[in-house]
């Protein structure tokens, strides 16, 4: 159910992907890794983590010394975290001189491939895993269970419940992303809110605008900033998905019992043609009226310089779009707040968002207790602060020091609820417009809407959702 990657390192990930499947020598990684921003020890340390044999399925492959235990790592390709996981490997090898990790990772596209085969031939001690989100009801019948849930009913995965380790990880994290029928099988990284909008702090002071906390507020402001010649907002819809950020924010606090929903839609006590759904889909439009002309053209990757450039006074983004904010130029001042959907301001003090990859142990591996020392030294707060501040996440762990940028949202990140696509069903047969948070080959359909789109009624949108809807197969 994860439907946005990360994607601030998009262009780095894509530098990898193409050295592991095009074959290009180091020389040339190292002058496009440089290129794009990193120092040539980040560069080198990244290669290191890529592996010498480009194009093999398991594309990286890295060691932290040579010791009588090897651990082996599976992970998908993602630069900060791959960074992260060497140095941290490096550390947890100075402690354990006897236990080496040799890390292997693979494209987001193909790593549940790289999953599957390498747990089949009983070749892996420590593995990625998603959060465990999107896991059957009674009132999803048909619906194929999610992949991770046909692991733990294998008996891929240890139960980690009980372990001390655990208890250094909120309560709500274990919770939200790594149990399953009262045990624990997993051990959080992070997570990521994503239905707040960046503004910026010089275009609001000079207009003596205040941030907004309901939809009236938010609309006010942008007609002020319209009459002024100030574009409000910024999306960088090229990509197909950006756009499905603010969306999913003006579902959550329309509907702030997102099960709920859910289910009615599920059980046909709720429809995408009632009113209150409708009113979801016109903000849609008005926020896409708001927004930069001809932006389903703009390409996300661009969007951090637009912004700084005072090409639009907000951005609705991901807090992991903050480290880009910031290298682009590092006197440019912002603030972030929750896109609010609602007319109540209570209904709009919150951040949704998703929780990022997990660590299980195979219930297969030989080196079980290796790998549990790998897990506490993990969790240890001081190791997992450095780790999950490298990664650019925000802390599972509470009391955890992060950036300013961090703490200054944690009030909202500290308690963030679930964001819709990791608390909705899809069904799995449906046409274009049957999900609302979308899925891989199917955007959220709110992008159908003018002037993003060539839709320019939202009730005949709604009927095209309901009818898909109904017509679909679980």
Not at 120 to 134: L, M, N, P, Q, W
Not at 171 to 186: E, F, H, L
Not at 325 to 349: H, I, K, R
Request: glycine share 8%; aromatic share 12%.
């Amino acid at each position: 159910m994860f439907l946005f990657r990360r994607p601030q390192q998009v262009n780095v990930d894509q530098l990898v992907e193409d050295y592991t499947t095009q074959g290009f020598s180091r020389r040339v990684f190292l002058q496009r890794a440089t290129a794009l921003g990193l120092s040539f020890g980040s560069a080198t340390a990244l290669l290191a983590a890529c592996g010498e044999q480009p194009g093999s399925s398991a594309s990286g492959n890295s060691a932290s010394g040579g010791g009588a235990t090897n651990l082996k790592l599976i992970m998908h390709v993602n630069a900060p975290a791959v960074q992260a996981m060497h140095d941290l490997n490096d550390a947890f090898h100075k402690k354990y001189p006897d236990i080496t990790v040799s890390v292997s990772t693979a494209p987001t596209d193909t790593f549940a491939t790289l999953q599957q085969t390498r747990l089949a031939a009983k070749d892996v001690d420590i593995i990625e895993v998603t959060s465990f989100v999107g896991a059957l009801t009674s009132y999803t019948p048909g619906l194929e269970k999610p992949g991770w849930v046909k692991q733990i009913e294998a008996g891929n995965y240890v139960d980690l419940t009980g372990q001390p380790f655990v208890k250094n990880f909120s309560p709500d994290a274990i919770k939200n992303t790594s149990s399953y029928n009262g045990k624990v099988y997993s051990i959080p990284s992070g997570s990521a809110a994503f239905t707040g909008v960046f503004y910026s702090k010089s275009i609001f002071s000079k207009y003596n605008l205040q941030v907004p906390t309901t939809w009236s507020e938010l609309m006010d402001i942008c007609q002020h900033l319209q009459g002024k010649g100030v574009t409000p907002f910024t999306i960088g819809q090229k990509d197909g998905w950006p756009a499905g950020l603010p969306s999913q924010a003006l579902l959550s606090a329309m509907y702030p019992d997102l099960q709920a929903f859910d289910k009615g839609m599920w059980t046909n006590s709720m429809k995408y043609t009632d009113p209150r759904f409708v009113q979801v889909l016109q903000r849609a439009q008005q926020i896409w009226s708001y927004t930069e002309k001809g932006f389903g053209g703009i390409s996300y990757a661009t969007t951090p310089a637009r912004f700084v450039a005072g090409k639009a006074a907000m951005m609705p983004d991901g807090v992991w779009t903050a480290p880009s904010l910031q290298q682009a130029d590092s006197s440019f001042e912002f603030g972030y707040f929750p896109l609010p959907g609602s007319d109540t301001a209570s209904e709009n003090d919150f951040l949704a968002g998703k929780y990022d990859i997990s660590w299980a142990v195979a219930s297969s591996s030989k080196n079980q207790d290796a790998a549990m020392k790998w897990l506490a030294f993990y969790s240890d707060p001081a190791n997992y602060s450095k780790f999950i501040n490298a990664d650019g996440l925000v802390p599972a762990q509470p009391n955890t020091q992060t950036t300013p940028f961090l703490q200054s949202i944690a009030k909202w990140t500290n308690s963030m609820r679930l964001s819709p696509d990791q608390v909705l069903h899809n069904k799995q047969h449906g046409g274009k417009y049957t999900d609302f948070v979308g899925m891989s080959s199917a955007p959220c359909p709110t992008v159908y809407l003018a002037p993003l789109g060539s839709m320019d009624s939202p009730q005949s949108l709604a009927q095209k959702m309901e009818s898909d809807w109904l017509a679909a197969k679980s």
